[in-house]
């Protein structure tokens, strides 16, 4: 089966080199499945979970905005931040969650809280992901 080449990179320093048979990414347009052979393009990634499968093995990567490119031969994922499922601290993101909804039952509308939230309870979707 073929494979593509799936780069994964943060300001910090990549995060994962693999090769995937499939990867399926949140866009801010709706969730797109790049095979092998993919057509160019770029797009903006939303706050969301990566999915990186390999036969008939699924890795899930948290990925906080950025930028999908695509090549024929290669994704590179160019993110604010991105966490490999195995290394997110379950209790560290819920704790992030819970100091998040504090400030935003005390402060609405407070954009920044409502990002942390957002990226709280994605770092915990794709944790809880993993283990299924």
Do not use: W
Request: charge should be neutral; hydrophobic fraction near 45%.
């Amino acid at each position: 089966m073929k494979t593509i080449k799936v780069n994964i990179v943060t300001p910090d320093g990549p995060v994962c080199e693999t090769d995937a048979n499939t990867i399926i990414a949140a866009t801010e347009t709706g969730e797109i499945g790049i095979l092998p052979g993919h057509v160019a393009m770029v797009s903006p990634l939303k706050i969301g979970a990566l999915r990186l499968i390999k036969g008939d093995a699924t890795e899930h990567v948290a990925v906080h905005g950025g930028f999908l490119e695509v090549r024929p031969d290669v994704v590179t994922v160019l993110a604010q931040s991105a966490e490999m499922a195995s290394t997110i601290d379950i209790a560290r993101a819920q704790a992030a969650a819970k100091r998040a909804e504090e400030v935003l039952s005390a402060k609405k509308g407070d954009k920044v809280a409502e990002l942390e939230l957002k990226r709280a309870i994605n770092r915990i979707n794709v944790y809880e992901t993993r283990k299924k």
